[in-house]
């Protein structure tokens, strides 16, 4: 059985860290489903609208600055890759409940398999996932393939906190 997953109930919250600080914002969730069987979950895939991304640590230029720079070619190049997409390829049930998750996570035409625990309550689906962005070819900053960048280097991991309705 597919549950649609309530796009306008559900929250994606982004944080990213660089070697100064942080930055945090949002970004919605286009579409997506959970596969379930005798109410447990057996699957799912979603696709996360990119044009979204909405920083909530900034006000003003400075906010408008950095989405203008997320969107951009540096980062996530959302006129080119508008979406990204996550495909859950396994599941598993774990002893105390929570759902371990493997999916292929597709970035900039990037695809890479994700692993993350997901708790399903009722109707409320909750998870935190780590993604490594210089396996998507965002490589802005990144000291993975810049040397010399100091206090400028922006860490390749950003956090994704996610909660899903259906």
């Known amino acids: 059985m597919e549950k649609q997953i309530n796009t306008q109930a559900s929250n994606i919250a982004w944080k990213g860290k660089k070697v100064l600080g942080s930055h945090s ?3 919605d969730l286009k579409e997506g489903k959970l596969t379930l069987e005798n109410d447990e979950i057996t699957g799912g895939e979603f696709v996360i609208d990119m044009t979204t991304i909405t920083v909530t640590d900034l ?3 400075d906010k408008a ?3 203008g720079h997320l969107n951009s070619d ?3 190049g959302v006129d080119n890759h508008p979406t990204s997409k996550l495909v859950i390829t396994s599941v598993a049930k774990k002893d105390d409940g929570t ?3 493997v999916g292929d996570l ?3 035409e990037n ?3 994700v692993t993350f625990d997901l708790d399903k309550n009722g109707n409320t689906a909750t998870t935190k996932l780590s993604i490594d962005r210089s396996k998507y070819n965002v490589k802005y900053n ?3 393939f810049f040397s010399g960048l100091g206090d400028q280097t922006i860490y390749d991991n950003f956090d994704l906190n996610i909660e899903l309705k259906f």
Request: glycine content about 20%; overall charge negative; hydrophobic content about 25%.
């Open 74 to 76: 540096d980062f996530f």
């Open 142 to 144: 990144s000291g993975s």
């Open 65 to 67: 600055g950095l989405e």
């Open 111 to 113: 695809t890479h398999p």
């Open 59 to 61: 006000k003003g230029d």
């Open 25 to 27: 914002g949002t970004i």
């Open 99 to 101: 759902y371990g998750m």
């Open 106 to 108: 597709t970035i900039k």
